[in-house]
């Protein structure tokens, strides 16, 4: 079995701080991981994956994960958060050989100006 | 390129009624999901297909939901009869391959009265 948790509900940070949003996963083979952000009445939106090579993955609008196997974490990150960053981002999960993805039940960031 | 197009964006329907929610994949995707998300219970996987056929279903709540895809650019979810309880958003997504993200639509808001 596949799991996902977001241990932090809501994120508070200032315009301008760094942004770090939690994920740890649990699943019995390697994983594939993903994040995705959701703004109000849209769907999820891909920022990045990590499938395999380099812990540290780049994606868009600047953020960044960091993939850690003995800790089984997966912790989403930007140097410099905006206020435009502010959404309900969600951590998600699959077994390599698997279709299906697990989600965490998601973090509200809130950026300040 | 277009992403995925979902139709009803709001639904406003009273309990009995049938609904269909349409769902128009990114073309050249050959995995399409259905999805409801609700405060409650979060993301749910409803429905997996794979080049047009129906996978995993074990998501579908009831009897009283189907879905169906008559071809790579068209998929439907039905409810029939429709209760309260079924009010959520439902997503599609789609995919190109094991090891690449889904891409989710705007989603359906669902309110049955």
């Known amino acids: 079995a596949q799991s996902v948790a977001q241990p932090e509900d809501q994120v508070n940070v200032a315009e301008g701080n760094p942004l770090t949003v939690k994920c740890t996963y649990s699943v019995s083979g390697n994983p594939y991981l993903f994040w995705y952000v959701q703004y109000p009445n849209r769907g999820l939106q891909f920022l990045l994956k990590?499938?395999?090579?380099?812990?540290l993955v780049k994606g868009s609008y600047g953020f960044e994960a960091e993939f850690n196997k003995s800790q089984t974490s997966f912790h989403l990150k930007k140097p410099s958060a905006l206020v435009s960053d502010s959404a309900l981002y969600f951590c998600a999960v699959r077994e390599i050989n698997d279709y299906k993805l697990s989600f965490g039940a998601g973090t509200t960031v809130t950026v300040r100006a | 390129d277009a992403g995925v197009i979902q139709s009803p964006r709001h639904e406003v329907t009273e309990m009995g009624q049938e609904v269909t929610l349409r769902c128009k994949p990114i073309?050249?995707?050959?995995?399409l999901f259905w999805y409801r998300q609700t405060m409650m219970r979060g993301l749910e996987l409803l429905i997996y297909f794979n080049n047009n056929v129906p996978i995993d279903d074990s998501g579908m709540p009831e009897d009283r939901f189907s879905a169906k895809m008559p071809n790579a650019s068209f998929s439907t979810l039905k409810i029939q009869p429709s209760e309260p309880r079924d009010s959520a958003v439902y997503f599609c997504?789609?995919?190109?391959?094991?090891?690449?993200?889904?891409?989710f639509g705007d989603g359906t808001r669902l309110s049955i009265l």
């Open positions: 997504a789609s995919s190109s391959g094991s090891n690449q993200p889904q891409h």
């Open positions: 073309s050249g995707h050959n995995s």
């Open positions: 990590y499938i395999t090579g380099d812990n």
